[in-house]
């Protein structure tokens, strides 16, 4: 398998592993879940030789020095971490962490206006840190685009923990219009719908900005998506800090996505460029957050097509089937 074809990796550790820490954290408890991330750390860096080539290169990108095992390890032992807490973190054991949060004022006052919000996210940190905004004002709803398929164990798992979030999951599975067409009914209604904004599929339209210091692909289906639907986005990042402490950051990037045809390259390049900017910006603050354990920088999606085909309506534009 080429190390770039990301979206058929298989869900780390499988099915069976997901479901033994998930049973591991309800039963045993965080501080005993912890403990098994150590062998669980040590298999991944030694089984999984795509993700540790991958781990090194972006720990080289992100520092500027060549990257040690050990620190190949902690990015690993990170990752593991950040999948733990989400059965804690679905399963509304919010108590158990500190989680800090700012720019929320902005997003609050976007949503108690009534209006929907797009809330981009991405691979770095924990975006279910998110849940628990959700969950201290229970008048927001929180939607979120996720590919059931792909993400099997993690969705049965969120279903056992948390029906109603299980409930509010958009499937990036189904045809653009649908997904679309579902984006539109939540903001019409006042909700906050989170997708996730830093990965390409193969063969998906995409706009290329520098990242570390070399280009990357960008999906461009969510600006085009922000842009039919006139919604505010803002970009969410939950970064993890080690033992039970997330900074959950919310930053407001437009309060309108308009791109006119005409000028349709040049405003995607300008709206992608600055959101690479804020990625990186967030990647230097936390570098061991990074979860995209591909080859970013050479994957398939870098020659796939740089600017969308003319003529077609946002939701008939390839890769809204948007993948977490």
């Not at 999948?83 to 004022?105: C, E, K, N, P």
């Not at 505010?232 to 997330?246: D, E, K, Q, S, T």
């Amino acid at each position: 398998m080429n190390d770039a074809d990301w979206k058929d990796r298989p869900e780390g550790g499988g099915r069976f592993a997901i479901r033994l820490i998930g049973g591991i954290a309800r039963h045993g408890g965080r501080g005993i879940a912890r403990a098994c991330l150590y062998p669980i750390t040590l298999y991944f860096f030694c089984m999984r030789g795509t993700e540790r080539r991958a781990s090194r290169d972006y720990l080289q990108r992100v520092r500027g020095r060549p990257a040690s095992a050990l620190a190949v390890a902690r990015h690993i032992h990170t990752f593991a971490a950040t999948i733990l807490d989400r059965v804690f973190l679905m399963a509304g054991r919010t108590r158990l962490f500190d989680i800090r949060s700012s720019g929320t004022d902005a997003l609050l006052q976007l949503l108690d206006q009534g209006r929907g919000v797009l809330v981009f996210g991405s691979h770095l940190g924990s975006f279910d840190a998110l849940r628990v905004l959700a969950r201290e004002r229970p008048e927001l709803k929180l939607r979120v685009l996720m590919d059931r398929s792909h993400n099997a164990a993690i969705t049965e798992l969120l279903a056992e923990l948390d029906p109603s979030l299980a409930a509010g999951i958009i499937d990036a599975g189904q045809d653009g219009a649908s997904i679309v067409l579902a984006i539109q009914q939540a903001l019409e209604a006042g909700e906050m719908v989170s997708l996730l904004v830093d990965r390409v599929r193969p063969g998906e339209a995409s706009v290329s900005a520098p990242l570390l210091g070399e280009q990357a692909a960008f999906p461009s289906a969510p600006w085009l998506i922000a842009s039919a639907l006139k919604a505010p986005v803002v970009l969410a990042f939950g970064l993890y800090r080690g033992g039970n402490r997330y900074d959950l950051r919310f930053e407001t990037f437009a309060e309108t996505v308009d791109i006119p045809r005409p000028r349709r390259s040049e405003i995607l390049s300008t709206l992608i460029h600055r959101y690479a900017g804020r990625l990186e910006h967030h990647l230097r603050l936390a570098p061991y957050n990074w979860f995209n354990f591909y080859d970013f920088w050479h994957s398939q999606a870098r020659a796939t097509s740089a600017d969308l085909p003319a003529g077609k309506p946002a939701d008939q534009q390839p890769g809204l089937g948007q993948r977490h």
